[in-house]
């Protein structure tokens, strides 16, 4: 990266400097802003895909099958091809309403910097031991899939050797693949849930490809050992999460991986009081993915925990657009603006509201469905009973985002004149 001048004003700053973040800030300096600051806490730019060394990413954006460095790197040198300054070992330890933003830096100090708009682009967090209360003693050998990825890919440490995973989650079986290829031996992996939580090309590459085994509707009763994990005991679990009694099996093992789910980092958020999802504990955003308060926008793993990583660089690239029309005051506040409802088979859907200004931008509608049905369904969009758009998919698992793409000045030709929500419904044929 190039050397930069430190600035007390900026037009716009980015927190975070993951895909979401960079994607942003590129966009911003493409439509015309001039001084861009992307704040990052790590000692380098990328978020966590330096770690990510396997294939999987690039697909939608760059048609191409990338590894996660490689990905990184094409947005790295981008952002230094338009001088989007990046201020990494830098925490943000404050925001506020009027777009001040508050920074320890390793190398620069203690900053207080204004900005004219705010991106959050923080991404997400592991769940942890503690947030599943899993009982137990505490010997050494706990790790998140993250941690241990990172262990391996980035610090060239083996953590252990006989391992259990806990978690269908991606990370958790592409970690599972990671260490058999290292020579670990991965005794099983777990989920407590009836079906899979991750994608179905990674249980087939990471997990069936190994004849690595997975045990579903199956949870952890208790943790073995003393200085160090020796064992785990499993059981069974109902639909209620409840332990099913005589189901418990004790399995060896050195090492056991959290693969739990991920979580929106949202502090900073909670903290300027952006309204939040209930289902997802990530900012409430429209379609210019802009939050509850003017001039702050979010985007990226912080908002909702996407399935691939294109996907979070699209809505970077959508946040970094609009903030830009914020700040030159192209944004039209005097347009109506609907709400965005799910019924009950939905988990989560972005985005929350649609601003009615008249344009051609084309709106992606993603969502999570919170049950896998495995025939063919029918997604509809309605405004009160009214069937406005309606799409069929194959199928619907809860690890793959539904996108449904639609033209803004398409949808608000078929809504009533007075309109306040619609709402979008999944029928199981």
Do not use: W
């Amino acid at each position: 990266m190039k050397e930069f001048i430190m600035y007390n004003n900026y037009d716009l700053i980015v927190i975070g400097a993951g895909p979401a973040g960079l994607a942003a800030a590129i966009e911003a300096k493409k439509n015309g802003l001039k001084k861009v600051l992307v704040i990052e806490r790590e000692k380098e730019a990328g978020g966590i895909l330096p770690q990510c060394i396997h294939n999987g990413f690039g697909s939608i954006i760059f048609k191409k099958d990338l590894p996660g460095p490689l990905y990184a790197a094409n947005f790295i040198k981008t952002a230094d091809e338009f001088e989007v300054e990046i201020l990494t070992d830098a925490m943000v330890l404050d925001i506020t309403i009027s777009k001040k933003v508050y920074v320890s830096s390793l190398n620069n100090g203690y900053l207080e910097l204004q900005t004219k708009a705010i991106i959050l682009a923080m991404g997400c967090r592991e769940r942890t031991r503690t947030q599943i209360r899993i009982p137990g003693s505490r010997p050494a050998g706990v790790y998140t899939a993250g941690s241990v990825q990172r262990l391996i890919n980035i610090e060239g440490f083996m953590p252990g050797k006989k391992f259990v995973i806990l978690g269908s989650g991606d990370i958790g079986m592409i970690v599972a693949r990671r260490l058999t290829l290292e020579g670990a031996k991965v005794e099983r992996v777990l989920e407590a849930l009836p079906f899979l939580t991750g994608l179905r090309r990674n249980y087939v590459q990471c997990l069936a490809d190994f004849n690595i085994k997975l045990d579903l509707k199956k949870s952890i009763k208790r943790i073995i050992g003393n200085n160090r994990v020796t064992a785990v005991e499993t059981v069974g679990v109902d639909s209620s999460f409840n332990m099913i009694d005589g189901s418990e099996e004790i399995i060896e093992c050195d090492t056991l991986v959290l693969s739990v789910g991920l979580i929106p980092e949202n502090e900073l958020s909670r903290r300027i009081l952006v309204e939040l999802d209930p289902s997802t504990n990530g900012p409430l955003v429209d379609d210019r993915m802009e939050t509850s308060i003017k001039g702050i926008f979010a985007c990226g793993n912080v908002v909702n925990i996407y399935d691939l990583v294109d996907y979070v660089t699209l809505a970077g690239y959508n946040a970094g657009f609009n903030a830009s029309r914020y700040v030159l005051d192209k944004i039209d506040y005097n347009t109506d603006k609907i709400r965005v409802l799910k019924d009950n088979n939905l988990f989560c859907i972005m985005p929350n509201f649609i601003n009615l200004d008249e344009s051609n931008n084309e709106i992606l509608f993603q969502m999570r469905i919170n049950k896998i049905i495995e025939n063919p369904i029918k997604i509809e969009i309605k405004e009160d009973k009214k069937v406005i758009f309606s799409f069929n998919e194959k199928y619907a698992r809860p690890a793959e985002m539904i996108t449904l793409k639609i033209k803004k000045n398409e949808l608000i030709k078929k809504l009533s004149n007075n309109c306040k929500s619609i709402s979008v419904n999944i029928v199981d044929k």
